[in-house]
């Protein structure tokens, strides 16, 4: 099913004139912003020389830290009154990066939700439970209003009071929910203790943070859904840049919306299909906020191939940020890998957290506080040691680093409404 069967299943040819077209006009947009003014004249690219769709590599990267530099407006491409929305990140240091929206921008951006929650079956029949902030959070009216496009029954549920959350899902007949996949771990352990089975609901929306596939297989057997990855930033809108269809094979990245490259972190180049890096996106239609090249920090790879749902351009699911990367003893450690290894274990709970420590000698120390399954935890304490001692074993051999594991009793680590914080680095400044 299509939202929009001409841009989701465009053949290359066509699909090239028209990123190239868009291409150009954003480069005229962001001639209305100061630091693209400047960054063009200091690299001396000019706009008339981008020419074909390679020629995107000849223009500079934007950062993160740039986008800072601007705060509050300084990358608007448009008079505040054409602005009529801002979203802002949840920046946990220092000031957050500010996103503006014109009509056109809000109009674009519904549509391109709707395309995902098309394509993985939900129409004006579906009742969607919208279970993320509400707030200045992308997540939230960025699905909302992609869901009332569609013309779901939309509840505005927004995070917390999780009993509530499953009493709306039984009352109303939820069939779909959205949430980041550490909330829906929660609301499944909350529902089971109530003793519902969520017998409503078939289709689970999981993003805004890396999970693994074992926490697919979890979620889609304690919530009874199809769990679909959801990947977006507020950057490029919010959520609706890549989306799962129902192959649950790698994401779908609108290519007409946003030019994808995947380059080499490190040194810049490009990188083939198949590699992976660094997603870096040009977005084709934004108006308030136009960005070039825009290093996303997220890690994936291009698909080679088409999917067999007929849809083209695929990458694959994140395995984690450029920046989330722990360096432990010279070892680089993604914290996806760590979930990885934990929820293939039956015994282990949903709930775990990293702490790394300098230690003694200035060596570095990871311990891994992990939550067992109640049934396991009551069991011989001589079974526990033997569960923690095959815990440190498989983080070795996935790590190739000794890591000391706590085992800890069900229920006793923290619960996240939004995205989840499991690693705490406890190092001080390196
Ligand atoms: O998290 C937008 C969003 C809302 C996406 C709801 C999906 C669902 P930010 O708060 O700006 O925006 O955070 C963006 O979150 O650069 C990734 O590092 C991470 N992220 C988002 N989705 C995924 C995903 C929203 N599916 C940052 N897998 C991104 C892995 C993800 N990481």
């Not at 989330?324 to 010279?330: A, C, E, F, Y």
């Not at 006793?412 to 400044?429: A, H, N, Q, Y």
Request: net charge negative; aromatic share 8%.
């Amino acid at each position: 099913m299509y939202w929009d069967e001409k841009h989701e299943t465009m053949r290359q040819a066509e699909l090239e004139a028209l990123q190239l077209r868009r291409l150009r006009e954003t480069l005229t947009r962001v001639q209305n912003v100061e630091f693209y003014r400047d960054l063009l004249e200091r690299e001396g690219v000019r706009a008339e020389e981008i020419r074909t769709l390679e020629d995107v590599r000849r223009l500079p990267f934007t950062k993160k830290q740039d986008l800072r530099s601007g705060y509050p407006f300084g990358f608007f491409a448009v008079p505040m009154r054409d602005v009529v929305r801002i979203h802002t990140t949840s920046g946990t240091t220092g000031k957050p990066t500010v996103v503006g929206y014109t009509r056109g921008d809000l109009d674009n951006w519904s549509g391109l939700i709707a395309r995902n929650m098309t394509m993985v079956g939900l129409t004006a029949d579906d009742v969607f439970q919208n279970a993320v902030n509400m707030g200045m959070f992308t997540g939230g009216l960025g699905f909302h209003y992609g869901a009332e496009k569609i013309g779901m029954t939309v509840l505005p549920a927004g995070t917390g009071n999780t009993k509530r959350q499953v009493e709306m899902i039984d009352d109303f007949g939820v069939t779909a929910i959205h949430c980041t996949p550490s909330y829906a771990m929660h609301l499944a352990e909350v529902a089971e203790e109530m003793g519902s089975d969520l017998a409503s609901l078939k289709c689970g929306i999981f993003g805004a943070e890396a999970w693994s596939d074992a926490t697919r297989s979890e979620l889609q057997d304690r919530l009874g859904v199809t769990a679909y990855d959801s990947y977006g930033l507020s950057e490029l809108y919010g959520p609706g840049v890549a989306f799962e269809c129902p192959e649950q094979d790698g994401l779908h990245i609108w290519h007409d919306s946003y030019l994808v490259e995947i380059i080499d972190p490190v040194t810049g180049e490009p990188l083939g299909p198949g590699e992976r890096g660094e997603l870096v996106v040009t977005p084709l239609v934004k108006e308030a906020m136009p960005l070039l090249r825009y290093r996303t920090g997220d890690i994936t790879m291009l698909y080679e191939d088409d999917c067999p749902c007929g849809r083209t351009m695929r990458i694959a699911r994140f395995s984690g940020r450029v920046d989330d990367m722990l360096i432990i003893r010279g070892i680089n450690v993604f914290p996806s890998q760590i979930e990885h290894v934990l929820m293939a274990m039956p015994e282990v709970g949903d709930q775990f957290m990293v702490y790394v420590d300098r230690g003694e000698r200035h060596l570095d120390e990871m311990t891994i506080e992990v939550e067992i399954k109640r049934r396991f935890f009551s069991g011989e304490l001589a079974d526990l040691a033997r569960l923690q001692e095959r815990i440190v074993r498989a983080l070795r051999e996935a790590l190739e680093l000794r890591t000391h594991v706590r085992l800890v009793e069900p229920g006793s680590l923290p619960r996240f409404e939004g995205k989840s914080k499991r690693v705490i680095d406890r190092r001080g400044t390196l």
